[in-house]
C-alpha cells in the first residue's frame, strides 16, 4: 500500500495531471474537451433531454464576448473560449458553493488556469480588463441559461442575474455530449490555428 496519497488524475489522454502542482506539458486539449462535455451547469438542474455542458456554455461564452469586444485578438478569443477549462479537473461549483469554500479553491483553479494558458501559449495570467470582459460575457450567458433552460423566470433573473443588453439575444439548445465536446474542439482549432498563423 502506497505511503503517500495520490494527487494526480490519470487522463484518456495517458497524461498524468499533477493537482498540487500542475504542469502546462500535462494538459491535452482533447481531456480537457472530453470532460467539459461531461460537466453540467447549473449541478444538472436543467430542462431538456441532455444536460447543458461547460462545453457548449464556453463556445457560447466566446460568442458573446467576440460579439461585445469585436476589435479582441485571437489570444483574448481563445482565453474566453477557455475560461472554464479549469472545470475539466475541480468540475463545474455553482458559484454560492465557490464563495463558500474561499480564497483555497479558487487559488487551486488559478493554478490550474495559468498552465493551461501556458500550455496553448496565451499569457499566464489575464489582463484585468480582459478578464472584466470575459466575466462579462459569461453573466450574460447564465442570463439566458436560467430562463431559458433552469427554471427561472424572468423576474427572477432579473433580481440575481445581470440583464444583457438590448441586441443580444440566444437561444440556448443542450447538445448531447459528444456534439459539445465537438464544438468546443472545432472552436478551439479555429481559434488556435488563428493565434498560430
Avoid at 500542475?22 to 449541478?43: H, K, T
Wanted: net charge negative; aromatic share 10%.
Amino acid at each position: 500500500m502506497p505511503s503517500e496519497k495520490r494527487a494526480w488524475q490519470r487522463m484518456l489522454s495517458g497524461r498524468r495531471l499533477d493537482l498540487l502542482d500542475p504542469s502546462p506539458f500535462d494538459i491535452e486539449i482533447e481531456d480537457i474537451a472530453r470532460g467539459i462535455a461531461r460537466v453540467a451547469r447549473w449541478n444538472g438542474q436543467t430542462c431538456g433531454d441532455h444536460a447543458f455542458s461547460v462545453a457548449e456554455h464556453s463556445v457560447i461564452v466566446e460568442q458573446i464576448f467576440t460579439n461585445l469586444n469585436p476589435h479582441s485578438t485571437d489570444a483574448d478569443r481563445l482565453m474566453a473560449l477557455l475560461h472554464d477549462a479549469a472545470e475539466y479537473v475541480v468540475g463545474d461549483m455553482i458559484s454560492p458553493f465557490k464563495a463558500a469554500l474561499g480564497l483555497d479553491y479558487k487559488a487551486f483553479e488559478a493554478k490550474l488556469e495559468t498552465a493551461i494558458h501556458l500550455r496553448y501559449g496565451l499569457p499566464a495570467k489575464m489582463r484585468p480588463a480582459l478578464k472584466k470582459a470575459i466575466k462579462q460575457a459569461d453573466i450574460y450567458c447564465a442570463y439566458f441559461e436560467a430562463v431559458q433552460i433552469a427554471g427561472f423566470t424572468v423576474d427572477e433573473a432579473n433580481q440575481f442575474f445581470t440583464k444583457p443588453p438590448k441586441g443580444l439575444n440566444l437561444e440556448i439548445t443542450p447538445l448531447p455530449v459528444r456534439e459539445a465536446e465537438a464544438l468546443f474542439l472545432a472552436r478551439f482549432e479555429r481559434l488556435n490555428a488563428a493565434l498560430s498563423a
